[in-house]
């Protein structure tokens, strides 16, 4: 049984940092990586994706050079190092697991899902 658990959300001033962590219990290899994000009254947004069997990395239009997406394979945890985060960029954020093999196809109804951890950034 897979679960995903999150850290490392929180309150910060826009142009501030926020680092958040995902370990995975469970299946790690093989797998597609990503984190979502989900503001009041908007769509999830997909915001970054890697694989865990080579590190490519996607990045959402909104975050390219201010996010960073990377793995620690040994400590089976995902990462997401937010810089010069915006008020924008409020929302909770979400880790997700798949192992379809493809990114770019996440979510799907087999994705698994963390619990979330909420970003507020204040202007």
């Known amino acids: 049984q897979v679960q995903l658990v999150e850290s490392g959300g929180g309150s910060v001033q826009a142009g501030g940092s926020l680092r958040l962590s995902c370990v995975v219990s469970?299946?790690?290899?093989?797998?597609?990586m990503g984190w979502f994000r989900q503001a009041p009254g908007k769509e999830r947004e997909k915001v970054a994706t890697?694989?865990?069997?080579?590190?490519?990395?996607y990045y959402a239009d909104s975050v390219k050079g201010r996010f960073t997406i990377s793995l620690d394979n040994a400590k089976k945890t995902v990462y997401l190092q937010m810089n010069s985060l915006k008020p924008e960029d409020t929302g909770m954020y979400y880790c997700?697991?798949?192992?379809?093999?493809?990114?770019?196809?996440?979510?799907?109804?087999?994705?698994?899902w963390g619990q979330g951890t909420q970003v507020t950034v204040s202007s």
């Open positions: 469970g299946l790690y290899k093989s797998a597609c």
């Open positions: 997700a697991a798949d192992w379809t093999g493809r990114c770019d196809i996440i979510p799907r109804t087999t994705t698994r």
């Open positions: 890697t694989y865990t069997s080579d590190g490519r990395t």
